[in-house]
């Protein structure tokens, strides 16, 4: 069976992923299956989705009371699930206002339209101008590539979409002198997920928030891959004391259901009237459903205080083995956001992981990212942390 699945994927899905020779069936907290009985520690969740682990009871049964009672009925009318987690949202952050669409590029791309509606309904329609960050990744869309710091995901694309500019990540004199009276917003994540597991200096956002203020520019965070406790905080801009104009949500708000958020400011999500933008999936009931319980058990159940404290504790693992390997540059990131950056390719090692029962994954050719179910054990890391040893030896 498992030959034939592959077969017919390659034949029918568009080639747009590289995929393993494996075929997944089966999960449970954070192992998951494949079709020939393989286990497998799952240290990808789903590329930091699956933040409660695969089949959780209370998601499982959420969607399935929900998918007994409403599925779909368009953005025309209100529904309960939807108003709740938005209610929910709201009350955990600083925003005032969410639009859900379905996807992190989605939530993207209605933070990029809502900066310049912003503007152009204050009568200054020139300021229409974004400056992102190198090695950024905000999605796939013409917009949202057009917002990545990353040449190899806009080749073949050409042209892309104007009034994006780019400045080093970290370096705020770049920023300072990359604002101007045409732009509108400064968009960035908090930690670079794409780009390498990348954290800037402590105080950077600190400097971005202030300059955005400085300059009257908005300031739009990106907290697809960071947000839903990721970093030992329910949003990664906490641990720096800032507050966003615009935050972008995704991923791990619905624990594996296609949702995305866009949470703004009253001052802000003004712009948006009726009309200004749309999206007919956007935050069904039943996808709402699911990130409601989601949001709740990792808002409400000590799930962030132990991603902190189980993040540390594997950093400081990864921290060891640096010490035995000397190819091992550099240990990155915060909480069960985490990387090594190797002196070498790291990709290779990503099947050999695999056929040892550890799933992960690269990325820049050079790091080894980590981003398991933040209800991951210290015996299921201290298992990665012997193969990783052995292997590179």
């Keep these: 069976m498992t030959k ?47 933040n409660l682990g695969h089949a959780h009871p209370r998601i499982a049964d959420a969607v399935a009371r929900q998918a007994k009672e409403l599925v779909h009925v368009s953005n025309l009318y209100y529904t309960i699930p939807q108003t709740e987690l938005a209610q929910l949202l709201v009350k955990n952050s600083f925003a005032d206002r969410v639009f859900f669409g379905n996807s992190g590029a989605e939530a993207n791309e209605a933070a990029i339209k809502l900066a310049r509606k912003y503007f ?68 960035l994540e908090p930690i670079q997920g794409e780009g390498g597991i990348r954290c800037p200096a402590p105080d950077f956002l600190k400097k971005v928030r202030e300059l955005c203020d400085r300059c009257g520019v908005l300031m739009i965070l990106d907290e697809i ?111 069960l956001l985490l990387g090594i950056q190797l002196d070498r390719l790291a990709d290779e090692l990503v099947p050999v992981l695999m056929e040892k029962g550890f799933l992960v994954n690269c990325v820049q050719g050079d790091t080894l990212r980590f981003v398991p179910p933040l209800i991951v054990e210290k015996n299921e890391i201290d298992a990665l942390i012997r193969c990783l040893d052995e292997l590179l030896k």
């Design 225 to 335: 891959q960071t947000g839903m406790g990721r970093t030992g905080k329910l949003f990664a801009h906490e641990h720096d004391g800032v507050t966003p104009d615009i935050m972008t949500l995704a991923k791990a708000l619905a624990n594996g259901l296609p949702i995305g958020a866009m949470l703004a400011t009253e001052t802000v999500a003004a712009a948006f009237g009726p009309g200004a933008h749309a999206s007919t999936f956007g935050g069904t009931p039943l996808v709402t459903a699911a990130a409601l319980e989601t949001l709740k058990m990792i808002a409400g159940e000590g799930i962030v205080d132990r991603a902190r404290t189980t993040g540390d504790y594997f950093k400081d693992a990864l921290k060891q083995l640096k010490l035995k390997h000397h190819c091992i540059l550099e240990v990155r990131g915060k909480g």
């Design 4 to 50: 034939s699945i592959m077969q017919t994927a390659d034949r029918v899905i568009a080639a747009t992923y590289k995929r393993f020779p494996i075929v997944l069936k089966r999960g449970q907290g954070c192992t998951v299956w494949d079709t020939q009985g393989r286990k497998y520690t799952d240290f990808v969740a789903g590329i930091a989705v699956c």
């Design 120 to 187: 152009n309904d204050k009568g200054q329609p020139q300021r229409s101008g974004i400056v992102s960050m190198e090695k950024s990744f905000h999605g796939r869309t013409m917009a949202t590539l057009s917002a990545t710091g990353q040449e190899k995901i806009k080749k073949g694309f050409d042209p892309v979409l104007d009034g994006f500019s780019f400045v080093p990540f970290g370096d705020i004199e770049a920023l300072k002198a990359a604002i101007d009276d045409r732009t509108c917003a400064v968009m």
